[in-house]
């Protein structure tokens, strides 16, 4: 992946200014939109720490006070995925800022508090499930999703034991975490919606909503349920975790996957890096999916070569409510079409063994409040892939 000359992280490309400021006690952030036609709700705002660090060098984790222009603090995250490192190092400052359609710039400024500051309310979610067969389940306040461990492909597991490397959709009507709730009540009550939303979605041993494999001689080869996993963050507005899978075999050749999540608040689509390890040197055809429903009616699906995202819009006779699951490729990504099994609509890139591949999945319900029906769900994945295409540029500098 290039970036140059800037760095590109996330949706946002960081540049740093006034680098001989490096003892400066204060800072200031500048966040331009290249394209302020559309609204950009919930940006997201990543500063690599060391650069806080140059321009605050005494800086501690929890006593960084982001305020924006009106001086109003700012919900922020500092992310340490090597917490066991004496050096404190850590690894990004990340907030956010919802940009108005109009809105060029917005500004904001780091500054130091003796007192620590008090945790911000906790939006995302990751965590490991041992207590229902080795679910790894994770959320925002838009919409959850859970993947499938070794646990379920035991007889322990049942009739519920499944072998698949798929993703699930939990659907919400809260803005606050249900993941721990719903395990709680059980899975039968999850089905149910009392209020919160529910789980609806059917994912079986197809890639549900956004799951990866290999497209070789026409036919899908995937991986087995998860093997292992780490989290790295854990919120308040950014988890991030790892996700391993064993070597599976795609036709001629045997692979192996290693997936990074990256889960912000205020949006429906995840950002996933996948690193596919094949023969050395070895170009794959990955395929990412999306499950054709076995329980409910598919409304339309959408392959947007231009725009390089895939929708389905489905809509389920047993309680009438529909679900859109959507995946974007960004603009390094190496488009290689649209395609199709029993089971799977499919969008295809090509990489390189060792290389990673970054794309974007999630799902939105029509009774989130978010989404009315399949036009807002696809001109939110239209939005999103303009956003990909024209990222807001960071710069840091020394307050004057």
């Avoid at 060792?354 to 029509?366: E, I, T």
């Amino acid at each position: 992946m290039k970036h140059t000359p800037l760095l590109v992280l996330g949706l946002a490309v960081f540049a740093c200014l006034g680098a001989s400021a490096a003892a400066a006690p204060r800072a200031v952030v500048r966040v331009s939109n290249p394209d302020a036609s559309v609204a950009r709700p919930g940006e997201v705002v990543v500063i690599p720490f060391a650069e806080v660090r140059k321009l605050i060098p005494d800086v501690r984790m929890f006593h960084l006070v982001v305020k924006d222009a009106k001086g109003t603090s700012v919900a922020a995250q500092v992310t340490n995925f090597n917490p066991d490192d004496r050096r404190a190092l850590y690894d990004d400052l990340v907030f956010q800022h919802d940009f108005a359609a109009g809105e060029k710039e917005a500004t904001f400024t780091l500054e130091t508090s003796e007192a620590p500051v008090p945790p911000f309310p906790t939006l995302v979610s990751a965590r490991y499930v041992p207590e229902r067969l080795d679910d790894f389940a994770w959320e925002n306040d838009r919409i959850g999703h859970r993947i499938y461990g070794q646990g379920l492909t035991t007889a322990a597991a049942g009739g519920s034991r499944m072998i698949s490397s798929g993703i699930d959709v939990w659907c919400k009507r809260v803005r606050y975490p249900i993941v721990d709730r719903w395990y709680t009540k059980g899975h039968d009550a999850y089905h149910v919606d009392t209020g919160e939303g529910l789980d609806i979605y059917s994912v079986g041993t197809a890639r549900g909503c956004g799951g990866t494999g290999i497209w070789e001689g026409d036919r899908l080869w995937v991986a087995r349920n998860w093997q292992s996993q780490r989290v790295l963050a854990n919120g308040p507005i950014r988890a991030v975790f790892d996700i391993g899978y064993d070597t599976w075999q795609a036709g001629p050749r045997w692979v192996t996957e290693t997936k990074r999540f990256t889960v912000d608040a205020g949006r429906n689509l995840d950002e996933i890096v996948s690193t596919f390890t094949t023969q050395r040197d070895a170009e794959v055809v990955v395929a990412i999916g999306i499950a054709k429903p076995s329980d409910a009616k598919v409304s339309k699906v959408t392959r947007d070569e231009k725009a390089r995202f895939l929708s389905v819009w489905q809509t389920y006779e047993k309680g009438g409510s529909s679900i859109g699951c959507g995946i974007v490729l960004p603009p390094e990504a190496e488009f290689a079409g649209f395609a199709e099994d029993a089971q799977n609509y499919l969008i295809l890139a090509k990489v390189k063994s060792g290389v990673p591949l970054r794309h974007f999945a999630g799902a939105g319900w029509d009774r989130s409040g978010d989404f009315a029906d399949v036009s807002a769900w696809e001109a939110y994945l239209a939005a999103f892939a303009a956003r990909l295409h024209s990222p807001v540029v960071v710069s840091i500098a020394a307050a004057p």
